[in-house]
């Protein structure tokens, strides 16, 4: 493999010190520069393109996602570790789901961590760190929550949670003091709002949006 050429782009001081003295301790064989803006980088990228670039996206100049993608699509060959304190949902989605190799990782993650980031960076690898993972997660849960929130009524979302559950239509019936008519109709309504034609679609749904644990339902 190619030898890269490692470019740390963070105006914080300490952070910067401290992720040089990482590399240099580590990894002493490869090639450190430290840049200070889009243009320096942009600049070195032209005679050097087959560079790992570490970013501290919030201490840079980088204007938007669209600035960073811009760049790695200019600039194909480049692996990219982001390095910050912390970083939005909408800029995470818009830079791991891009055909781009973008790892990340925090400057609060644990040493090992902030390591494991590097190996995988330098060696063509995708990496995330669990705190992101997280805080994708997170959202994607809230997102499901409040799209089942604004879809179901109340008694719909108990209702597919007990047909989740592996509860027949007359069971359900028989513990709601409903008629099986009603239940059924529930049924009919849950299935048309979610867009969904059998059970097991419905389950998947209640799966993904929380109302039920995949490990508790019945199939």
Known sequence: MMSREIVIVDRQDIT???????????????????????????????????????LDYTCSDFKSADDVLNISARFPETNWLLFSEELSVDLLKRLIYNDALFNIVLKSSALKDIIFALQKTYSGK????????????????????????????????????????????????????????????????IFRKLEVN??????????????????????
């Not at 980088?41 to 032209?46: D, E």
């Not at 994607?140 to 604004?150: G, P």
């Not at 179901?152 to 008629?179: D, M, P, V, Y």
Request: glycine fraction near 4%; charge should be positive; hydrophobic fraction near 40%.
């Open 198 to 219: 059998t059970i097991f679609e419905a389950i998947r749904y209640a799966i993904r949006a929380g109302i039920v644990d995949s490990s508790d339902y019945y199939i």
């Open 126 to 189: 995708q990496y995330i760190c669990h705190q992101i993972e997280e805080q994708l997660l997170i959202a994607k849960k809230s997102v499901f929550d409040t799209t089942i929130a604004n879809i179901l009524t109340l008694t719909e979302n108990e209702i597919l949670k007990e047909i989740a559950l592996g509860k027949t239509t007359k069971e359900i019936a028989s513990q709601r003091n409903l008629s099986y008519h009603t239940v059924m109709t529930h049924r009919k309504n």
């Open 16 to 54: 910067r010190l401290g992720m040089e003295n990482i590399i240099k301790t580590v990894f002493p064989n490869w090639v450190l520069n430290v840049i200070g803006s889009k243009k320096e980088l942009v600049s070195l990228l032209k005679k050097k393109p087959y560079t790992c670039i570490i």
